[in-house]
């Protein structure tokens, strides 16, 4: 299958489509010629060797001053891939470092950034062939670029630094001679417009999207399992109690939870209790304000992997080279922290389902174990919801408004995006697992119920999870159990309507 990189816009669809099938990627004719133009442009802008351009014939940020003879420019292009290449901490996820070689090669398409045709070629080789650049999560400061992680994304295309092929880590120039790829020789212009730019925020707040799309889902899928398993109520996911707080995520949820147990028997028997505490009664406004602000989110970064944001920028047509500020990392940044927060939330409001189930109420065994006492059952998992949910609210303290001068105070604000993307990263993790906790706890809570019944959608689901995943008779080793769970979210199939999937932003 091949995808050609052009001038339509791509959304969250087409790159989980390119990511997850044995698609490979090439520049259309089209974008081709943009690129083309944009280089040629360039090259005779600088043919009298007159003209000083930031970054193609200065030095970089408080170096700016600094005018570099003709004859060095493509030094100095090299010596800024080498000199920023300085990242630190753990390596960055491979599937977030394929995303970035996808994104910097689809931002370099629009012909405004003045690269040669074949460094972007050699960055789809690289995504192409599975060479995946090695790269640190810290470094960037999320304003002129993703700096750091972008430099070692970019030292393998000139023979430098490591990357992954096949599952083992090799030094890039011997992966680029197995290939026949000979070493990048940068010309003026290119080492800034590889490493100025937001790809390093953006591949992960795109990785982050496609993940929370589904962790959102299947955020209502369990906590309507759960709401069973406690023998909760209906009502408050009635359609009228959401036209009068007309949120749209809050509607979205209740309907969906309304839809998930449209023919449960638990759910439609008499009640003895009244109320259900928050947990269960305000998931359509909990869930829901997550929804909306996960759509927020989704709406930044469509916008972003469809822009330019290095820096100069050239525009051919109208014979113009401006330095401006499009690496700027601040949307993404403010978006990465609602995004944290929103995903917190999830987590926090499982965590207390969770607990709620252990508790021994509503006829459940305490810890749900038939033999409480001998048997500790399900007490811990929830001591490690609650650890997760408690590093998720740390984690959540907004990177965006901090900032540090650096540059010698030529780069005087910064946005902190790679910081909060990292974050976010660990925070989606988290949810994972401590969903993954729930699902483990109502499925042994609604074990207790039988021989009633839930909805056949949710049925089928613990069906498919009671294949991989048995009910708990006496204490055992469980993380296990909670590993194979979190695995069992990652690979299973949903299902949901077509009006009510993924690719409507926000899960």
Known sequence: MLHKIDSSVIDFAGISNILHSPSRVELSDESAAKVIRCREYLDKRMESGKEVIYGINTGFGSLYNRVIPSGDLGQLQTNLVMSHACGVGEEVPLQVVKLMLFLKAQSLSYGNSGVQLQTIQRLL???????????????????????????????????????????????????????????????????????????????????????????????????????????????????????????????????????????????????EHVQDPYSFRCIPQVHGASKDSIKYVAYVFQREINSVTDNPTIFPEEDLIISAGNFHGQPLALALDNLAIAMSELGNISERRTYQLVGGHRSLPPFLVANPGLNSGFMIPQYTAASMVSHNKQLSTPSSVDSIESSQGQEDHVSMGANAAVKAYKVMENLERILAIELYNAAQALDFRRPARTSSYLENILQQYRREIKFVTNDMVMYEDINRSVDFLRKVDLGLPVDDDQTDLGG
């Open 125 to 271: 080789d690289f995504y192409n062939e599975g060479v995946l650049p090695v790269i640190y999560q810290y470094g960037s400061l999320g304003a002129s670029g993703d700096l750091a992680p972008l430099a070692h994304m970019s030292l393998p295309l000139i023979g430098m630094g490591e990357v992954y092929y096949q599952g083992k880590k090799y030094p890039s120039a011997k992966i680029l001679k197995k290939f026949g790829w000979e070493p990048l020789e940068l010309k003026s212009k290119e080492g800034l417009a590889l490493l100025n730019g937001t790809q390093f925020m953006s591949a992960y707040g795109v990785e982050l999207c496609l993940r929370v799309f589904k962790l959102s889902q299947l955020a209502d899928i369990i906590g309507a399992l759960s709401l069973e398993a406690f023998d909760g109520r209906i009502e408050p996911f009635h359609e009228l109690i959401q036209k009068i707080r007309p949120y749209e995520g809050q509607i979205k949820t209740a309907r969906r939870v309304r839809w998930l147990l449209s023919d449960s028997e638990i759910i439609n028997r008499p009640k």
